[in-house]
Every structure is written in structure tokens, then in C-alpha cells.
């Protein structure tokens, strides 16, 4: 029987998908640190993570029966997905199923910061009934600059738009913008223009830094920030700065450079107590709804991948969308892409009276993915010697 290790409070749509499957699921609420989660890998098939576990080089080097990994959120830069890949790790993640949770926490904070709704609440609950519009604000004709125009920024985009927002978005890619948003040609020419900016911008390590003095100084004047995307890509003191200065005039902030690994650990950050700051624990995709569709996506994924060797929408694999084998014998062959490895594979197979029956490769840079089907019975001397090539990373039988 496989074993599935989840960490990080998975929802359970994902166990049950797996065990229906036969596959033992194995389930623990908070993240693990590298030599806790070499251990718990002992024996184990399929990880699936959120955001806290780091799973290193080291840890796939030292789980030899993993599969594959599964990020049960959108980033994949908590998984060195070259050394899995190296080590024959397929890692799949859920780019698209979160897409609305964080678009609607993103719109209900753009209102609650231009309304200031955080300082009349707490205003009440002391006991104070400060009734005032001062800096209270329509976000309706107002502009919102999104950084990032992807799944979420495209999405949030239109609904801006649809309750009177001006859009104006920025992104280093060609994209197309949707509805009246404008392109932005660069960083700057946004921040000129909008009253409110928000980052959705992606893990990769180049937008480390991307937001930090020299850019809150050129925001507009009173205006509103937000980051719901990776804690590393702002400078969270300056943002403090600019906020005790009058020139920021609020922001929300669901993500940081350091996060606690479980839920109650106590938190820490420049940002807390400012006036007009919401400050929410990484919740931009947790709503029941995304949490359901992440786990049956990326539960899907591994039981598609285990059933048919398909890599459809992996991270670092070569891509191939795969039926089921119809009685056939199939090799799933992950390899360094050189030269002449599907010749040594087909003349291995005719070297030993293997008729193919279907065949199908995919390359991604260094890495080459062929997936054969063959008729008949298949000896062990044909995995043997297909598993013994030079450029042989793993090979997987499916039947």
C-alpha cells in the first residue's frame, strides 16, 4: 500500500480522494522543520504541504520512495523543485483554485482601508463614538494599481472595475488587459497614478526587495497599500515609516518575511498597532470553498499522476496529459535530455521482442519525460535495462 504524508491542515477532501484510492493517509496540523520531516518521509510516497514546510535538497535526498509533492496553495518556492526533479519528484501545486478567496479579501480591505473602518471599530470598542468622514473615502472613481497581472490581478481587475474603480496594472510580461485596465510601461508611471496599489506578484527570487522606500515615497500622497502576495518582496519598516509619516494613509498585509509554523505561536512585526493597518495570518485563499478546491485539485493530480503517469500542469516536470494504459504496460521514463535517448529506449525494447504500442516525450530544459506503451508481457530484464541507463533519473511501471 502507498502512503500519503499531509502536513499543514490539509482539508479533508484531499484524504478521502486518496484513500478511495487505497493509499494510506497520514495527517499532521502543523508544519514539520528538515529533520523532522526526513524522518516522517520514511516509507512515504506522497507529501502534501502548504506554505511553512521547506522541503529541501537534502530532504528528497533522503526520501528515496517519494513520488511526488503536492503544494496545496498556489507558490512553490518553500520546494527546491530542481533537486526534486533531479531526484525524480514530480510537484504539483493549485494555481488557480484560491484565485476568488484572494481576490475578495483583497476588495472587502481596499473598502475597509478607504472607509477606515479599521480605527472607527476600534474607536467603539474602547468606548469612543467617533462618528466622522475625515479621510473617509468612495473607492468608486478612485484608481487601483495592481502589480502583477495574473490569475488573482486579472480577476481582481474586472471587479475593481465593476464597482467604478479606474485600473491601471503593471506586469514585466505581455499580458492583456481586461476590460478599460490600462498598462502601465513601468513601476513608477503606477505608483504616479493610483490611489490604491496592490501586489500579486509571484515567489521567484528576483522580486525580493521589489517594494521599499524609494517606491512608497512615490506613491501618491495619502494613498492606500496592499500585499497579499510573499512577505520577502517588501520592506516592511519603510512601510512603517511611510505610514507614520501621513504619506501612506492605510494598508492590509497578509503575508511576512517570517511566519509562525503553527496556529496560537506568537507573531511579531513593525506593523503592528499602526492606525489604519490590518494585518491578517496568510488567509488571503483560506475560505472553506478554495481550501475544498485546492485539495481535490492537487489530490487529483497525485492520483492521476500515479494512475497514468500524467504530469499535466506539474512545476517541474515535463508536461504530458495521459489516459489510462487500456490493459497495456506503460514505462514512464524521466531522464537527462541528451541526445539519442528515445533511440536507446525504442532499441532496448526491440533488443528484447517489446512491440510499442503508443508512445509520447516532453522535454523541459535538462529533462526529458517519455512515456511508453508496449504490448505483452514485459520481462524484468527489460526494466533492468532500461532503469540502467546513463540518463535514466527514474523509471516508473504502470500496468
Given at each position: 500500500?502507498?502512503?500519503a504524508?499531509?502536513?499543514?491542515?490539509?482539508?479533508?477532501?484531499?484524504?478521502d480522494?486518496?484513500?478511495?484510492?487505497?493509499?494510506?493517509?497520514?495527517?499532521?496540523?502543523?508544519?514539520?522543520?528538515?529533520?523532522?520531516?526526513?524522518?516522517?518521509?520514511?516509507?512515504?510516497?506522497?507529501?502534501?504541504?502548504?506554505?511553512?514546510?521547506?522541503?529541501?535538497?537534502?530532504?528528497?535526498a533522503?526520501?528515496?520512495?517519494?513520488?511526488?509533492?503536492?503544494?496545496?496553495?498556489?507558490?512553490t518556492?518553500?520546494?527546491?523543485?530542481?533537486?526534486?526533479?533531479?531526484?525524480?519528484?514530480?510537484?504539483?501545486?493549485?494555481?488557480?483554485?484560491?484565485?476568488?478567496?484572494?481576490?475578495?479579501?483583497?476588495?472587502?480591505?481596499?473598502?475597509?482601508?478607504?472607509?477606515?473602518?479599521?480605527?472607527?471599530?476600534?474607536?467603539?470598542?474602547?468606548?469612543?463614538?467617533?462618528?466622522?468622514?475625515?479621510?473617509?473615502?468612495?473607492?468608486?472613481?478612485?484608481?487601483?494599481?495592481?502589480?502583477?497581472?495574473g490569475?488573482?490581478?486579472?480577476?481582481l481587475?474586472?471587479?475593481?472595475?465593476?464597482?467604478?474603480?479606474?485600473?491601471?496594472?503593471?506586469?514585466?510580461?505581455?499580458?492583456?488587459a481586461?476590460?478599460?485596465?490600462?498598462?502601465?510601461?513601468?513601476?513608477?508611471?503606477?505608483l504616479?497614478?493610483?490611489d490604491?496599489?496592490?501586489?500579486?506578484?509571484?515567489?521567484?527570487?528576483?522580486?525580493?526587495?521589489l517594494?521599499?522606500?524609494?517606491?512608497?515615497?512615490k506613491?501618491?500622497?495619502?494613498?492606500?497599500?496592499?500585499?497579499?502576495?510573499?512577505g520577502?518582496?517588501?520592506?516592511?519598516?519603510?512601510?512603517?515609516?511611510?505610514?507614520?509619516?501621513?504619506?501612506?494613509?492605510?494598508?492590509?498585509?497578509?503575508?511576512?518575511?517570517?511566519?509562525?509554523?503553527?496556529?496560537?505561536?506568537?507573531?511579531?512585526?513593525?506593523?503592528?498597532?499602526?492606525?489604519?493597518?490590518?494585518?491578517?495570518?496568510?488567509?488571503?485563499g483560506?475560505?472553506?470553498?478554495?481550501?475544498?478546491?485546492?485539495?481535490?485539485?492537487?489530490?487529483?493530480?497525485?492520483?492521476?499522476?500515479?494512475?497514468?503517469?500524467?504530469?499535466?500542469?506539474?512545476?517541474?516536470?515535463?508536461?504530458?496529459?495521459?489516459?489510462?494504459?487500456?490493459?497495456?504496460?506503460?514505462?514512464?521514463?524521466?531522464?537527462?535530455?541528451?541526445?539519442?535517448?528515445?533511440?536507446?529506449?525504442?532499441?532496448?525494447?526491440?533488443?528484447?521482442?517489446?512491440?510499442?504500442?503508443?508512445?509520447?516525450?516532453?522535454?523541459?530544459?535538462?529533462?526529458?519525460?517519455?512515456?511508453?506503451?508496449?504490448?505483452?508481457?514485459?520481462s524484468?530484464?527489460?526494466?533492468?535495462a532500461?532503469g540502467a541507463?546513463?540518463?535514466?533519473i527514474?523509471?516508473?511501471?504502470?500496468?
Amino acid at each position: 500500500m502507498l502512503r500519503a504524508l499531509f502536513l499543514e491542515n490539509l482539508h479533508p477532501v484531499a484524504h478521502d480522494l486518496l484513500t478511495a484510492q487505497g493509499i494510506e493517509v497520514i495527517t499532521q496540523s502543523g508544519a514539520l522543520d528538515e529533520d523532522e520531516l526526513i524522518s516522517a518521509l520514511d516509507g512515504v510516497s506522497l507529501l502534501g504541504i502548504r506554505s511553512k514546510t521547506q522541503v529541501t535538497e537534502r530532504v528528497v535526498a533522503n526520501a528515496p520512495e517519494l513520488l511526488a509533492i503536492g503544494a496545496f496553495c498556489i507558490g512553490t518556492n518553500q520546494i527546491d523543485l530542481g533537486a526534486a526533479a533531479q531526484h525524480g519528484v514530480a510537484a504539483f501545486n493549485a494555481p488557480f483554485s484560491n484565485t476568488r478567496s484572494v481576490v475578495e479579501i483583497a476588495l472587502a480591505e481596499i473598502i475597509a482601508l478607504a472607509r477606515r473602518l479599521t480605527e472607527r471599530d476600534r474607536a467603539l470598542h474602547e468606548g469612543v463614538w467617533d462618528k466622522t468622514a475625515d479621510g473617509a473615502h468612495e473607492v468608486r472613481g478612485r484608481t487601483l494599481g495592481i502589480v502583477g497581472y495574473g490569475n488573482i490581478g486579472t480577476q481582481l481587475s474586472v471587479l475593481a472595475e465593476n464597482l467604478g474603480m479606474s485600473v491601471v496594472f503593471y506586469d514585466t510580461q505581455e499580458k492583456l488587459a481586461l476590460g478599460n485596465a490600462r498598462r502601465a510601461e513601468s513601476l513608477d508611471e503606477l505608483l504616479a497614478v493610483a490611489d490604491t496599489v496592490t501586489l500579486h506578484v509571484d515567489g521567484r527570487s528576483g522580486n525580493a526587495g521589489l517594494f521599499g522606500a524609494e517606491q512608497f515615497a512615490k506613491m501618491k500622497p495619502r494613498s492606500i497599500f496592499l500585499n497579499l502576495s510573499r512577505g520577502f518582496v517588501v520592506d516592511y519598516a519603510a512601510l512603517r515609516e511611510a505610514i507614520l509619516a501621513g504619506h501612506v494613509a492605510g494598508a492590509a498585509v497578509d503575508v511576512f518575511p517570517v511566519e509562525p509554523k503553527k496556529r496560537g505561536e506568537a507573531f511579531d512585526s513593525e506593523l503592528r498597532g499602526l492606525p489604519n493597518v490590518i494585518l491578517t495570518p496568510h488567509i488571503g485563499g483560506s475560505t472553506q470553498e478554495a481550501q475544498e478546491s485546492i485539495g481535490r485539485f492537487v489530490a487529483g493530480k497525485f492520483r492521476d499522476y500515479l494512475a497514468t503517469a500524467s504530469t499535466t500542469l506539474s512545476v517541474n516536470l515535463p508536461n504530458l496529459a495521459l489516459e489510462q494504459a487500456g490493459g497495456r504496460h506503460r514505462f514512464a521514463h524521466l531522464h537527462r535530455n541528451t541526445p539519442g535517448v528515445l533511440a536507446n529506449v525504442n532499441q532496448t525494447l526491440a533488443e528484447h521482442g517489446v512491440n510499442i504500442a503508443g508512445q509520447l516525450l516532453a522535454t523541459r530544459g535538462d529533462l526529458g519525460y517519455v512515456v511508453t506503451d508496449v504490448d505483452g508481457e514485459v520481462s524484468t530484464d527489460v526494466i533492468e535495462a532500461l532503469g540502467a541507463m546513463e540518463q535514466t533519473i527514474r523509471l516508473r511501471t504502470l500496468s
